[in-house]
């Protein structure tokens, strides 16, 4: 069992910078790979970025490629998104999740945040 905390979000300019973190319980969270999902309002939740149990690999949505950055520190039981010349279009909520698998489908991802809102201004 994990529970996965987001925090982080909040209200920024466009061409600023947030770095969102999702704290996890459980003495399992080194054996998960982990994944940052959003959702903006009236649209359908979609992937943005994965990373492998070990941190030897990730994944972006060519949305947020060059722009953003997933990492983690399983000593601090951690997975961070670093988020670097946002846009208004970045503007959602965003979830974190675990699964025993490396994939883009959040059906694959059993354990989920409830979210953190970040809102971009232009």
């Known amino acids: 069992q994990v529970q996965l905390v987001e925090s982080g979000g909040g209200l920024v300019q466009a061409g600023g910078s947030l770095r969102l973190s999702c704290a996890a319980s459980?003495?399992?969270?080194?054996?998960?790979?982990m994944g940052w999902f959003r959702q903006a309002p009236g649209k359908e939740r979609e992937f943005v970025a994965r990373?492998?149990?070990?941190?030897?690999?990730?994944d972006y949505a060519d949305s947020v490629k060059g722009r953003f950055t997933i990492s983690r520190d399983n000593a601090k039981n951690t997975v961070y998104l670093q988020m670097n010349s946002l846009k208004p279009e970045d503007t959602a909520v965003y979830y974190c999740a675990a699964s025993s698998s490396y994939s883009l489908q959040q059906f694959e991802y059993g354990y989920w945040g409830k979210g953190t809102q970040v809102t971009v201004s232009s």
């Open positions: 459980g003495r399992t969270f080194s054996s998960y790979h």
């Open positions: 990373i492998t149990w070990n941190g030897a690999r990730t």
